[in-house]
Structure formats: C-alpha cells, structure tokens
C-alpha cells in the first residue's frame, strides 16, 4: 500500500472549489473546498482536507467525525448546548448524529475522517 503525503497540508492549493454549504444561514452562505483522499483499505470511510470561507451554517454529517484543524477559528454550538471556540492545532472527536451550528470566524481548513 502507498502512503500518502500531502505536503504542507495547511496551505496546499490542489482543493477543488465544492460551492455553497447545504445549509447556509448566513448570506453570502459559506463555501467549501476539498481534497478527497481515496485512501486504500479504509472500507467506506472517508478522509481528506476541507475549507471553509466565513459565516454560519448547519451541520449536516450524521456520521461520526474527526477532524484536526490546520488553521483558522470557528465556533461550533452543539444543538441545545454552548458555544465551543476552535481554533488551529485543535483536535476534535464528533459522536454521530451531533448537531448545531457552525459560524466560521476565520477561513478555517481542517484534516477529517468521516467514520461509517
């Protein structure tokens, strides 16, 4: 099996431009790019690089998720819960079936693993 490098991951140009999040709540809505890794032997799991432009929007993954953030800040506000500051060098662990609300401070870029 190869490995994988995406060198100088937190500043790579080689994302393709995904448009508008599908649940925007914010105008203009916020949009993404990615770069989808086809990482061999990981079944239907998911992983690559991710960006996202500012302003706010629901979550919409029902699977679980880890992710680590390469740069930039957001808030993310649990469904009935508080607001949690995320900024570079964080790592997070999302449960399956997490809610709530994204607001993008800062062009945020991040590594994630969607777990099926």
Not at 10 to 26: F, H, I
Not at 41 to 49: I, T
Not at 64 to 93: N, Q, W, Y
Not at 100 to 113: A, D, F, N, Q, S
Request: overall charge negative.
């Amino acid at each position: 099996m190869p490995i994988t490098i995406i060198a100088h991951s937190a500043s790579c140009s080689d994302l393709t431009d995904d448009g508008p999040v599908g649940r925007p709540l914010s105008q203009p809505p916020c949009r993404t790019s990615s770069f989808k890794l086809d990482l061999e032997g990981a079944g239907q799991n998911r992983a690559g690089l991710w960006e996202c432009t500012v302003g706010s929007y629901e979550r919409q993954v029902p699977e679980a998720e880890v992710m680590h953030i390469l740069s930039g800040e957001c808030l993310f506000t649990p469904t009935g819960g508080t607001p949690i500051r995320i900024k570079t060098g964080d790592t997070l662990f999302f449960p399956a079936n997490t809610t709530g609300i994204w607001e993008i401070l800062e062009l945020l870029r991040k590594v994630y693993v969607i777990l099926q």
